[in-house]
């Protein structure tokens, strides 16, 4: 099933890791055209600056959690998200290799650093789970180290939830001869050449290595309050668009979006100034209904008028 078909049933919940998966069993891997992901990504897009904006001046805050096999795509959906965003209040943290510095440390302090403030939503791509993946397989890590690792893992994301953190984690799977393609695609492809590295292909030998960890950590960490979300992203289109949609349904939760009424000092000043330029806006005037709101919230009412702006 392609297209449309497919979209209208992307339920996210679908995808949620409630047991340890077994990644060699996937074997559904949906699809969506180009056409049908292009249509349908402006709202999407939308919704989501909608959420962002609803965050400003609020507690609200999220972390998203961006894992995925080399070339799984979680470039391309960290883009999509950046389109969208304002830059001022997201921010997006790729993660490699501790610096000798952060080495000294216990490993998850340089997260605590990049956790957002009030008001942010702040993207990792790869984690603090690289304790339990790339660390463990490459015995960057010993094996009390990264076995201990879960433990501290679900107690860290126990207390960013209670803090009020929306976390949402996100692994992208793709299938090793999907992998073999997108190599390619990045060796005959000069800008895409960049995202190459010796690594790539030295982990593609221990593929099998990294599928048991991969499980391992999924079982061992997706919890009640911070589920794993396992998205076949074979199809670049699909993957996107459900991971998108798995942001805006988990981060929108319970968010007001509507816009928000003007604050009575500010409803006030903005009617004395067009009217001081003569604008005709009847909304604007003295009489007008954001100089009555500002009154009326002066006064105590709560009218729930809200002024949209269109251009």
Do not use: C
Request: aromatic share 10%; charged share 30%; glycine share 4%.
């Amino acid at each position: 099933m392609t297209g449309a078909r497919e979209e209208s049933q992307v339920k996210t919940d679908n995808f949620i890791v409630s047991k340890r998966p077994r990644l060699a069993e996937v074997t559904r891997f949906p699809e969506m055209s180009i056409t049908d992901y292009e249509q349908r990504l402006k709202s999407l897009q939308n919704k989501l600056q909608m959420i962002q904006q609803a965050y400003l001046g609020t507690v609200e805050r999220a972390v998203v959690v961006l894992e995925g096999w080399d070339t799984a795509g979680k470039g391309g959906v960290v883009r999509r998200l950046a389109w969208a965003l304002d830059p001022r209040s997201f921010k997006v943290h790729p993660i490699s290799a501790p610096s000798s510095q952060e080495q000294a440390q216990h490993y998850l302090q340089r997260f605590w650093e990049r956790l957002p403030q009030r008001g942010e939503i702040v993207v990792f791509d790869r984690s603090w789970y690289g304790r339990v993946l790339v660390e463990r397989v490459e015995q960057l890590a010993t094996a009390h180290a990264w076995k201990r690792a879960y433990r501290e893992i679900n107690e860290f994301e126990r207390t960013l939830v209670a803090d009020g953190i929306r976390l949402v984690k996100i692994f992208l799977h793709i299938t090793p001869d999907e992998q073999i393609l997108r190599f390619k695609d990045r060796l005959t492809n000069p800008r895409k050449r960049w995202k190459l590295s010796y690594e790539d292909f030295r982990n593609r030998d221990r593929w099998k290595d990294y599928q048991i960890a991969i499980e391992d950590m999924m079982a061992r960490t997706s919890t009640k309050r911070s589920r794993w979300y396992l998205l076949p992203a074979n199809n670049k289109p699909f993957a996107r668009f459900a991971a998108l949609s798995i942001l805006a349904e988990h981060l929108g939760k319970g968010v007001v979006l509507e816009p928000r009424a003007l604050d009575a000092n500010t409803a006030a000043a903005a009617s004395r100034l067009l009217s001081a330029s003569g604008q005709p806006d009847s909304l604007m005037s003295p009489q007008g209904a954001v100089a009555r709101k500002g009154r009326e919230k002066r006064q105590g009412f709560q009218d729930p008028l809200i002024i949209v702006t269109r251009h």
